[in-house]
């Protein structure tokens, strides 16, 4: 079965810092990685998917890896901004093409 | 207007009661989801649908059921409520080739 696991649940930074969420999942045989964001009371949106082939994607200031031999992947948000805090959801989907994720991570950016 | 919109928001019913919550969609795609999001278990997925006519269990489908009245329909019920069935449920979507999922705005269920 599945796991997603993202470390840190929690982390407080001040405005203009770079930083790394993290993600791991215990089975490498995945489609893709997706990672989202969720503002408080709302849904999720999507912010980057990485295919099992790639190694990376790029959207503005986020860049996302994966590692899929290892089970890692990492968001990194540049030049972190107040209005990046929201919860960091990271998922992963396998063959059933099911998304299993993790618990999130929970990013205040104080300015 | 949203692509993927789900009513009710908010709901409060007591214990026992039949509740359903709705999901519809504007992005013309085959796949639908319904997940429900406990604080520190993340999100779970109780039921998907790949077509109109293709209805699948997930994780946590116990004391729950579904209806896919139309690719772009798709309601969750509680046949009969209880309070561990308080959380935040949402539906998503996506395209026929496995893509990224679109979120409806959620519903906050408690039940009494």
């Known amino acids: 079965k599945q796991e997603v696991t993202q470390i840190p649940a929690a982390l407080s930074v001040p405005e203009g810092e770079n930083l790394v969420l993290n993600c791991s999942f215990t089975?490498?045989?995945?489609?893709?990685l997706q990672w989202f964001r969720q503002d408080p009371g709302k849904g999720l949106t999507s912010l980057l998917l990485i295919q099992s082939s790639q190694r990376e994607q790029t959207s503005g200031r986020l860049n996302a890896s994966l590692d899929k031999s290892s089970g890692r992947s990492t968001l990194y948000i540049a030049a972190s901004q107040p209005g990046d805090s929201a919860t960091y959801l990271c998922?992963?989907?396998?063959?059933?093409?099911?998304?299993?994720f993790g618990k999130g991570t929970k990013l205040t950016v104080n300015p | 207007d949203a692509d993927v919109t789900q009513t009710p928001r908010n709901r409060i019913t007591k214990t026992g009661k039949r509740i359903m919550l709705e999901c519809s969609q504007t992005?013309?795609?085959?796949?639908m989801y319904w997940y429900r999001q406990d604080p520190g278990l993340g999100l779970r997925l109780i039921y998907y649908?790949?077509?109109?006519?293709?209805?699948n269990k997930g994780e946590i489908s116990d004391g729950y059921s579904v209806s896919r009245q139309a690719q772009a329909k798709f309601s969750l019920s509680l046949e009969s409520a209880i309070p561990n069935q308080t959380a935040l449920y949402f539906c998503a979507t996506s395209a026929r080739r496995p893509e990224t999922q679109y979120f409806g705005p959620g519903t906050r269920l408690l039940v009494l």
């Open positions: 998922a992963v989907q396998g063959g059933s093409e099911k998304l299993v």
């Open positions: 089975d490498s045989a995945i489609y893709n």
């Open positions: 649908s790949f077509d109109v006519k293709d209805i």
């Open positions: 992005k013309g795609h085959d796949r």
